[in-house]
T-cell receptor, first 118, second 108 residues
Framework: DTGVSQNPRHKITKRGQNVTFRCDPI?????LYWYRQTLGQGPEFLTY????????KSRLLSDRFSAERPKGSFSTLEIQRTEQGDSAMYLC????????????????FGDGTRLSIL | AQRVTQPEKLLSVFKGAPVELKCNYS??????LFWYVQYSRQRLQLLLR??SRESIKGFTADLNKGETSFHLKKPFAQEEDSAMYYC??????????FGQGTELSVKP
């Protein structure tokens, strides 16, 4: 088990372009979370999945952002028409949650994808 | 609103000195609190969680509901403890709310 894997590690793109990030969670984990971290701040929640279902989205997640987890395994986060303010570290985390007991497993984080908008 | 506050951005101590990283929270439900640590060039990793009531790498943290605090303590700091420390609160739905982090610098 190599832990949570995120690709790419770094992404540099011009304003207005679309970008897509991938997250591969720990294999038996059914919960997958996306967070965003800007310089000098702690991670901020964006969205999360229980298997393939997207259960919650933050107000930080504008219409330009979309996330999927089509088969309940890996997830993708796409940002369309990127803006300067999208520059950040995008973190993925996963955990295992038993039915009716969602507090019993901590989240494990990936290395993140650092997005820089030129 | 749910919030986690870490009042110190930077804490600098000498090796062997005691360390206390402060964390205060506001949460209407029953809180579940964590400390995560990020060493240089490494990923965010769990240090400890309040329900475990364990000591990891000499660190302990006690949940004080009266003061709504979850301060992280270590009696004798080591140079290898230098890192970013984040306090986090888990909401009912599972998502984490993080503080802004405290950078701990332990000098020789």
């Amino acid at each position: 088990d190599t832990g949570v894997s995120q690709n790419p590690r770094h992404k540099i793109t011009k304003r207005g372009q679309n970008v897509t990030f991938r997250c591969d969670p720990i294999s038996e984990h059914n919960r997958l979370y996306w967070y965003r971290q800007t310089l000098g701040q702690g991670p901020e929640f964006l969205t999360y999945f229980q298997n393939e279902a997207q259960l919650e989205k933050s107000r930080l997640l504008s219409d330009r952002f979309s996330a999927e987890r089509p088969k309940g395994s890996f997830s993708t986060l796409e940002i369309q028409r990127t803006e300067q303010g999208d520059s950040a570290m995008y973190l993925c985390a996963s955990s295992f949650v038993r039915q009716g007991a969602d507090r019993n497993q901590p989240q494990h984080f990936g290395d993140g994808t650092r997005l820089s908008i030129l | 609103a749910q919030r986690v506050t870490q009042p110190e951005k930077l804490l600098s101590v000498f090796k062997g000195a005691p360390v206390e990283l402060k964390c205060n929270y506001s949460y209407s439900g029953s809180p579940e609190l964590f400390w995560y640590v990020q060493y240089s060039r490494q990923r965010l990793q769990l240090l400890l969680r309040h329900i475990s009531r364990e000591s990891i790498k000499g660190f302990t943290a006690d949940l004080n509901k009266g003061e709504t605090s979850f301060h992280l303590k270590k009696p004798f700091a080591q140079e290898e403890d230098s890192a970013m420390y984040y306090c986090a609160l888990r909401e009912e739905g599972g998502k984490l709310i993080f503080g802004q982090g405290t950078e701990l610098s332990v000098k020789p």
